[in-house]
């Protein structure tokens, strides 16, 4: 999928214990003398949300703003993207061992981590955990998806998506095709259905047709990785920024006021994205970067 990044930007992979993980980084012009001396600047690492047809693609309208000053580090996660796809059934344990492996990897901890939605609340389970790897978290509408009781998996979608046969019909017409592609990014993801590009449907299709890609997918479509992320959010001591799109479908701006009112010590920043959904970063890049400049250590 190196297709749909940003110019100058190329694809290298790190081995982990669950698979090969393909990342994107800077390695040519504008960013070349950037390149070579990235080594010895701040990491930033993006790690995208866990939909169907996920991928490193989603962060990539926003981390060439920083790439100048940061080594940026943007991974498929295991099962989405290019990266190893493993057909089992994958655990929140998966991707919390995922992310520690692959901050280590870089070898430049303690790190400055963005992420989003759901994988944006196993971050702050990781935070809690290993604080040590972690410099600064910035989570855009962070989620578990059973926040406060309120249990997505006791919804009819996740239920369908636990009946063996109809879960694959579930994916190739829900996820695996243009048509699904373009409505889930213009009626769910985002708050302007025309902020939706051509070239933002593609990604997310090469990324859902990936094989056994359906495999992750499905488990988040089940409630597999859910959880109740307000249980998680009064232990965190790291640095954190929320991020949050005015008009956020899946997890809402009341919940992640809600949230963020749970430690108040360790959320030093709370921004709102108007007229935004649930990827901000995505939807209205420029937005994003002008609220976080002055947040980023």
């Known amino acids: 999928m190196l297709q749909f ?91 919390l061992t995922l992310i520690a492996e692959l901050i280590e990897a870089l070898g430049s901890p303690p790190a400055a981590v963005f992420a989003s939605s759901l994988t944006a609340g196993l971050l702050v389970r990781l935070a809690v955990q290993r604080p040590e790897l972690f410099r600064q978290l910035i989570l855009i509408c962070p989620s578990g998806y059973s926040d406060f009781g309120v249990d997505y998996r006791q919804g009819i979608s996740a239920q369908l998506a636990r009946l063996p046969r109809l879960d694959q019909l579930i994916y190739r017409l829900g996820a695996a095709n243009e048509l699904a592609v373009r409505s889930v990014l213009q009626q769910f993801l985002f708050a302007n259905p025309g902020r939706v590009t051509p070239e933002m449907v593609s990604a997310f299709l090469c990324s859902a047709q990936q094989l056994n890609a359906d495999y992750a997918a499905l488990a988040s479509l089940r409630g597999d990785l859910c959880f109740d992320l307000a249980r998680y959010i009064p232990q965190l001591t790291v640095p954190t920024v929320v991020v949050w799109g005015e008009k956020a479908w899946f997890s809402t701006l009341a919940t992640g006021k809600r949230l963020a009112r749970l430690n108040p010590t360790a959320i030093n920043a709370f921004h709102l994205v108007p007229d935004a959904g649930v990827l901000p970063h995505l939807e209205v890049p420029e937005a994003v970067v002008s609220l976080l400049k002055a947040d980023l250590f």
């Open 5 to 95: 990044q940003p110019p100058g930007f190329g694809q290298r992979a790190i081995a982990t214990s669950l698979g090969v993980v393909a990342y994107y980084t800077a390695v040519a012009s504008p960013w070349c003398n950037q390149a070579i001396a990235a080594s010895t600047r701040p990491t930033l690492l993006f790690l995208h949300s866990l939909g169907g047809g996920s991928s490193a693609y989603e962060w990539s309208k926003l981390y060439p703003a920083f790439a100048a000053d940061f080594r940026i580090v943007a991974p498929d996660l295991i099962g989405w993207g290019q990266s190893t796809h493993l057909a089992k059934d994958y655990r929140a344990a998966d991707y």
